[in-house]
T-cell receptor, first 114, second 112 residues
Framework: EAQVTQNPRYLITVTGKKLTVTCSQNMNHEYMSWYRQDPGLGLRQIYYSMNVEVTDKGDVPEGYKVSRKEKRNFPLILESPSPNQTSLYFC?????????????FGPGTRLTVL | QKEVEQNSGPLSVPEGAIASLNCTYSDRGSQSFFWYRQYSGKSPELIMSIYSNGDKEDGRFTAQLNKASQYVSLLIRDSQPSDSATYLCAVSTFGSNYKLTFGKGTLLTVNP
């Protein structure tokens, strides 16, 4: 089954404790992206990656890091989480220009930083 | 700063009616336009994409694009209670779905 998986789905942590949210896709997509969704602010892009070892900042990259060492994986790293990073996070992947122009979203990770 | 504006709603329509969702965008260089549906607690899913001026129909859904007015809309005919969701408009300056900028979404409720 074609899918984007994220782990963990729910996480409660404390300020300053480094964490990683994993994202993996099994569709051989070149493009992957991270978004955060907040009430009243909508979906905002954090980082995106056009391919392995190619990443770039989205609209709200501060406080986040990413890496793309393998095509299927695109982890989101919070080196020193703060309460304002409490949010719902979505990973997405796509293969623009292919047979479909849709981004496939993962199920989301709800993060709470105390 | 690229902006995508949507009526926040909520928009409430009776079952069987036409629901009309609107979206305006600020970047005249935008090339690709998408409508996503997001049920409460779920991830967004694509329902329509449109790249050129005019109408594009897919079943009960019609997307309309007017680049001169920087306006894109989604019409849902014969609305069903299962259409109740938040609808997200997304825009890209690329010819595909790279670097999407999303609107804040419109909550649609279809009443039986």
């Amino acid at each position: 089954e074609a899918q984007v998986t994220q782990n963990p789905r729910y996480l409660i942590t404390v300020t300053g404790k480094k964490l990683t949210v994993t994202c993996s896709q099994n569709m051989n997509h070149e493009y992957m992206s991270w978004y955060r969704q907040d009430p009243g602010l909508g979906l905002r892009q954090i980082y995106y990656s056009m391919n392995v070892e190619v990443t770039d900042k989205g609209d709200v990259p501060e406080g986040y890091k990413v890496s793309r060492k393998e095509k299927r994986n695109f982890p989101l790293i919070l080196e020193s989480p703060s309460p304002n990073q409490t949010s719902l996070y979505f990973c997405a992947s796509s293969s623009p220009g292919g047979s479909t122009d849709t981004q496939y979203f993962g199920p989301g990770t709800r993060l709470t930083v105390l | 700063q690229k902006e995508v504006e949507q009526n926040s709603g909520p928009l409430s329509v009776p079952e069987g009616a036409i629901a009309s969702l609107n979206c305006t965008y600020s970047d005249r260089g935008s090339q690709s336009f998408f409508w996503y549906r997001q049920y409460s607690g779920k991830s967004p899913e694509l329902i329509m994409s449109i790249y050129s001026n005019g109408d594009k129909e897919d079943g009960r859904f019609t997307a309309q694009l007017n680049k001169a007015s920087q306006y894109v809309s989604l019409l849902i005919r014969d609305s069903q209670p299962s259409d109740s969701a938040t609808y997200l408009c997304a825009v890209s300056t690329f010819g595909s779905n790279y670097k999407l900028t999303f609107g804040k979404g419109t909550l649609l409720t279809v009443n039986p």
